[in-house]
């Protein structure tokens, strides 16, 4: 046997064949696409004309055009890794568990943030206005990239095959987008838009919006900032995606 | 003796069984291995041993634990209790380095089908840390002239072939291969066998799991049969044959009457007339007890016939009867 000595790190050996992979069907790819083409298309509807109005737009395309792009493309990839053998034959190499799903999953988190990026772009060329804290823009459109991935990876955990995911990926879709329209819409009450603040993912509308605007929808929580309140949030619902996909997990169609 | 018996025979003294025949490290060692889905025991104190250049068989019935058992081996599932040693360590805690030293063939091959042949070897290439060269191991299983048509315009054929090129990537000490030849055409499970047999004289390890008696008698140097979990019974070839008996058996005209043997047993048969089957664990000495009553007697002995016990009553021995020995 010819050896070489392990560098280690070997899912970013995955992650290029992975992100070629998604180019190369049809269906992941215009999964990516439809993204951040919902959310021009959003932006040439609404025409906002404030800072404010170009904040909300920021904050309610941000987060569901990552839901559409990366959460449902994350849970069409990982069931179909699975239901396909692939999962399992990885698993023979010396790529170790975390590092498959972490293979996998760089691609589609790199192109949702990337997209979104872009999309911020478009926005700045449809006459947007820059935002006051891009800082927290790009954090914000980060981390909800991670909790998609994760959150993709939850949902493949109880999806029995790929023609399933377009059911297991509805909730959290229609939760989500739901939310985050009464959340920015303005004119609820502070108690309901906390309480929109509690689905997953939607904390990214408020940060999204606040980072355009300089202000956001979210109200303080008993003292504590609106924005510290949504990251924490966003944190918790990831964590509580990735613990709940590690504790499902399965790598083989029969379990 | 029978053919079978004698090839099994040569294989025990004439090819080297290595763990017999050299002191080698074993490549796998299981004891007492057990696993349980819910309330169900998939295996049950499991024993295997399989050394360095040595094809090992596995057996069994479906859901006999064959799969679950290779799963444990590769360290993807923690048994209940019992141990397993790859390489000499624990294949659970030392996944990977273990791995760096096995390949294997899976039931389903789950390929990329996007990805050409050579990309998939190259895949292989970037994930292991064993080196070899992508034209010489697909020229190795007859795939260098498809290299660059994708996965999913391989015949199923080509599609195993691939799946043994990547598995074999730089040569590894242990093959694991589960089912690998269903639902190929015989030419392509030729192919396969021959690269079993270049392993396995290269000095690698495989583990190798069938539905097909005849590949397991064509190949394992030993093997085991596995029924509910466990392993009914195990060894050389010669030596799970030689938990049958083997059978003496013939027809006797109508109105004959069957004499009076040990172990001799009857039956109406066509024509009117009776079937006689003497098992015994000594073949020449039945043969000569029947036929020679046949002599004395005047009677005439039709399809007659003395054979060992085939690997086929074995395994439907134990898949209709339980544990054999």
Not at chain 1, 22 to 35: A, E, K, N, Q, V
Not at chain 1, 107 to 131: E, K, S, T
Not at chain 2, 206 to 214: I, Q, R
Request: charged residues 20%; contains cysteine.
């Amino acid at each position: 046997m010819r050896t070489v000595q392990s560098t280690g790190g070997r899912w970013r050996r995955l992650a290029p064949v992975e992100a070629r992979l998604l180019l190369r069907r049809r269906t992941t790819l215009f999964g990516l696409l439809s993204g951040p083409l919902m959310m021009v298309f959003f932006a040439l509807v609404a025409g906002p004309d404030t800072a404010e109005g170009w904040g909300r737009l920021a904050g309610l395309a941000g987060l569901v055009g990552m839901l559409i792009s990366v959460y449902t493309t994350s849970a069409t990839v990982f069931t179909l890794r699975r239901e396909s053998g692939a999962l399992s034959r990885l698993r023979t190499t010396e790529l170790t568990g975390p590092g498959i799903v972490a293979g996998a999953g760089a691609p589609l988190l790199v192109a949702g943030v990337a997209q979104a990026l872009l999309v911020c772009g478009v926005y700045l060329a449809l006459g947007a206005p820059l935002p006051v804290n891009p800082a927290l823009l790009v954090a914000a459109l980060a981390l909800c990239g991670v909790f998609c991935v994760a959150a993709g990876a939850l949902t493949a955990t109880v999806s029995r095959n790929v023609e399933g995911v377009q059911f297991t990926i509805a909730p959290l879709l229609l939760a989500a987008a739901v939310a985050a329209n009464v959340l920015v819409a303005g004119g609820a009450p502070d108690a309901l838009r906390g309480a929109m603040m509690l689905v997953p993912g939607v904390p990214v509308a408020d940060l999204a919006f606040r980072a355009w605007a300089g202000s956001g929808p979210a109200p303080d929580v008993a003292g504590v900032p609106a924005v510290l309140v949504g990251l924490v949030l966003l944190l918790g619902w990831t964590a509580v995606a990735a613990f709940g996909a590690a504790a499902r997990w399965r790598w083989t169609p029969r379990g | 003796m029978g053919e079978r018996a004698e090839r099994a025979d040569r294989r025990r003294g004439g090819v080297p069984v290595r763990g017999r025949d050299t002191p080698a490290s074993p490549v796998v060692e299981i004891r007492d291995l057990r696993f349980r889905y819910g309330g169900h025991a998939a295996v049950d104190g499991v024993d295997l041993t399989v050394h360095p250049g040595e094809v090992f068989g596995l057996l069994g019935t479906n859901g006999a634990g064959k799969t679950t058992t290779l799963e444990l081996l590769q360290g993807f599932r923690r048994p209940a209790s019992g141990t397993v040693r790859m390489f000499g360590v624990d294949p659970v805690t030392a996944g990977p380095a273990v791995r760096r030293r096995t390949g294997a063939v899976l039931q389903q091959a789950g390929f990329l089908d996007e990805l050409t042949v050579a990309e998939t070897v190259r895949l292989t290439a970037s994930l292991s840390s064993r080196t070899d060269d992508v034209r010489d191991c697909l020229a190795r299983v007859g795939l260098a002239h498809r290299r660059d048509v994708a996965v999913s315009g391989l015949s199923g054929g080509e599609r195993r072939r691939l799946d043994i090129a990547c598995a074999t990537w730089g040569g590894p000490d242990l093959v694991i291969m589960d089912e690998p030849t269903t639902g190929l055409d015989p030419e392509s499970r030729a192919v396969l066998w021959g690269i079993v047999r270049g392993l396995r004289d290269a000095g690698t390890a495989v583990v190798l799991t069938t539905h097909h008696l005849e590949e397991a008698e064509a190949l394992a140097d030993r093997l085991a049969i596995m029924h509910g979990g466990r392993v009914a019974v195990g060894g050389t070839l010669a030596e799970v044959l030689a938990t049958r008996p083997a059978a003496v058996t013939a027809e006797l005209d109508p109105g004959v009457v069957p004499p009076d043997l040990p172990g001799l047993a009857s039956a109406p048969a066509a024509q009117g007339r009776t079937a006689l089957r003497l098992e015994a664990a000594d073949l020449t000495r039945a043969t000569h007890a029947l036929t020679g009553w046949a002599i004395d007697a005047g009677a005439r002995l039709h399809r007659l016939r003395a054979t060992e016990a085939g690997l086929d009553e074995v395994f439907h021995a134990v898949a209709g009867a339980g544990e054999v020995r």
